[in-house]
């Protein structure tokens, strides 16, 4: 179970600190930015295509969550992407 839980951290870090995609929408935050203004993983999860990780933030000084879905498709280019949004 460890074995797993560090392979997982692994891959979402690799994700995180390669996606330079950006978001869908121009005001959408992106996983780097929120990172760097203090947000925190409060949890993550695979999505049922096997491609993507959905990773949940949350930050000490506000009321909402942010949701980021972060995967590798090959036939995009780039081939890392990450789409985030807002949950109030």
């Known amino acids: 179970m460890l074995g797993f839980l560090r392979m997982a951290v692994a891959g979402i870090a690799t994700l995180v600190f390669s996606a330079t995609v950006a978001p869908a929408a121009d005001d959408s935050p992106s996983i780097e930015g929120l990172l760097k203004t203090g947000w925190q993983i409060a949890g993550y ?34 081939s890392v992407y990450s789409i985030c949004y807002e949950l109030r």
Request: hydrophobic share 30%; net charge positive.
């Open 45 to 78: 999860g695979q999505a049922f295509d096997n491609r993507s990780t959905f990773i949940l933030f949350r930050h000490p000084e506000q009321f909402y969550l942010v949701q980021c879905r972060a995967g590798y498709d090959v036939t995009r280019s780039p």
